[in-house]
């Protein structure tokens, strides 16, 4: 709830807000730990229990259904995107630049050239920015609800498990990976410019589902047992399909979206500034895998 909420919060802050650099490179050193997070933790959680010696030989050790089931999972999590920022463009009707319009402006002879060039410049830039809103939804909205799935299964996974040792590194890793993936979401909201209401729930279900997770694995602790086919299947497959959602927003809708974004484009400084911030944080979160 603290890194959801922080970036909403301090946006009265000058220095934290969207257009400021250093929003930019909080949100990168996020999105590092959102990647480092798939990568690093839930990918070979699911190699591991997929090829674990309690399944049977044949299909489970004969074919790669972590990668596998990560590779649909990201083609899965693009189409939903795609289609997702296609509907909210035709919806809005301002998804779609529209430069003849501009260019029919500008042919207007004599006194109105400058008239019409003013006013088509000036609608191309209110459809660019209303464009751009509507991704930032878009962004927003999948975002949330990877994050949601993935939170679940790593709330199951830590409520169900009987051994202490683990769950202690698991719960450090956790926490600490679990603020800034809010800090990153916390970050999309605030640019998806969502009403108060919006904001709140987004908040509300990010922070809930863990502990969701964590209450549904106690409950079903008795019946739920970490080497049995059922569980590591169900959890490895569950896994595989958070690893490949998880690094395919931190790759495409996180860091692409912005460091090919006018602001770092723009800035070659800022843009070296947020690369460090990205390695740090997959570094710091890299570094947990040892213990969790």
Same mark, same amino acid.
């Given at each position: 709830?603290?890194?959801?909420?922080? @970036?909403?919060?301090?946006?009265?802050?000058?220095?934290?807000? @969207?257009?400021?650099?250093?929003?930019?490179?909080? $949100?990168?050193?996020?999105?590092?730990?959102?990647?480092?997070?798939?990568?690093?933790? !839930?990918l070979p959680d699911s190699f591991d229990m997929l090829s674990s010696d309690c399944l049977k030989e044949n299909p489970w050790h004969k074919f790669p259904f972590t990668g596998f089931v990560a590779m649909l999972s990201a083609i899965v999590?693009?189409?939903?995107?795609?289609?997702? /920022? &296609?509907?909210?463009? %035709? $919806?809005? %009707?301002?998804?779609?630049?529209? @430069?003849?319009e501009g260019a029919a402006a500008v042919e207007e002879g004599g006194g109105g050239l400058v008239h019409g060039h003013g006013h088509g410049h000036s609608h191309g830039k209110m459809v660019a920015e209303g464009s751009q809103l509507l991704r930032y939804r878009v962004i927003a909205m999948v975002l949330e609800l990877g994050i949601i799935v993935?939170?679940?299964?790593?709330?199951? &996974?830590?409520?169900?498990?009987?051994?202490?040792?683990?769950?202690?590194?698991?719960?450090?890793?956790?926490?600490?990976h679990q603020m800034f993936e809010g800090m990153g979401l916390?970050?999309?909201?605030?640019?998806?410019?969502?009403?108060?209401? %919006? %904001?709140?729930?987004?908040?509300?279900?990010?922070? !809930? /589902?863990?502990?969701?997770?964590?209450?549904l694995g106690i409950a079903l602790s008795s019946m739920y047992k970490e080497d &049995? @086919?059922?569980?590591?299947?169900?959890?490895?497959?569950?896994?595989?399909?958070s690893a490949g959602l998880l690094i395919y927003m931190a790759l495409v809708d996180l860091l692409a979206s912005d460091f090919m974004g006018p602001k770092l484009q723009g800035s070659i400084k800022l843009q070296l500034k947020s690369y460090a911030a990205v390695l740090l944080g997959a570094g710091g979160m890299s570094l947990m895998a040892k213990w969790a």
């Open positions: 709830m603290i890194g959801v909420c922080l @970036p909403l919060i301090t946006r009265s802050v000058p220095a934290l807000s @969207p257009e400021r650099s250093l929003f930019v490179i909080v $949100k990168a050193f996020a999105a590092g730990i959102i990647l480092a997070t798939g990568f690093m933790h !839930v999590t693009l189409m939903i995107d795609s289609m997702a /920022t &296609s509907f909210y463009s %035709k $919806k809005h %009707k301002a998804g779609v630049v529209q @430069p003849e993935h939170s679940i299964v790593i709330g199951l &996974s830590l409520g169900a498990s009987n051994n202490t040792c683990s769950i202690r590194g698991l719960i450090a890793a956790l926490c600490f916390g970050g999309c909201i605030l640019q998806a410019e969502y009403n108060f209401v %919006k %904001k709140a729930a987004m908040a509300f279900f990010f922070s !809930v /589902t863990t502990p969701f997770g964590i209450a &049995s @086919p059922r569980s590591l299947i169900t959890v490895g497959l569950l896994n595989a399909s």
